[in-house]
């Protein structure tokens, strides 16, 4: 069974830090593009961040370039989000997803999806 699993969510304040862990089992990651989603209370999903699948390049949403930074390890089969600078507006549910081929993208259809981590930003 092909299947992602999320880690590292939990509560920060304002400006703090969280570092995001999504680990694959059932299939090897290396011939998966990764990207991670959101979806907050009342929200539809958005995209966060997508990584290629050899991790030669990767995309951003406007609203956390700079802030935000996706890696990859496909030796531990692993893909990492890590958030700094966070604020109210990054509370949500994270997912992360694989897809099949080379290219990310935050709008094309993704395969395979884990259960997704709650992070919270609050004071």
């Known amino acids: 069974q092909l299947q992602l699993v999320e880690s590292g969510g939990g509560l920060v304040q304002p400006g703090g830090s969280l570092r995001l862990s999504c680990v694959a089992s059932?299939?090897?990651?290396?011939?998966?593009?990764i990207g991670w989603f959101r979806r907050a209370p009342g929200k539809n999903r958005e995209g966060v961040a997508c990584?290629?699948?050899?991790?030669?390049?990767?995309l951003y949403d406007d609203s956390v370039k700079g802030r935000f930074t996706i890696s990859r390890d496909n030796d531990e089969n692993a893909a990492y989000l890590e958030m700094d600078s966070l604020n109210a507006e990054d509370t949500a549910v994270y997912y992360c997803?694989?897809?099949?081929?080379?290219?990310?993208?935050?709008?094309?259809?993704?395969?395979?999806w884990g259960q997704g981590t709650q992070v919270t930003v609050s004071s």
């Open positions: 990584i290629t699948s050899t991790g030669e390049s990767t």
């Open positions: 059932g299939f090897s990651s290396k011939y998966y593009a």
């Open positions: 997803a694989a897809r099949t081929g080379t290219f990310c993208s935050l709008i094309l259809t993704y395969d395979v």
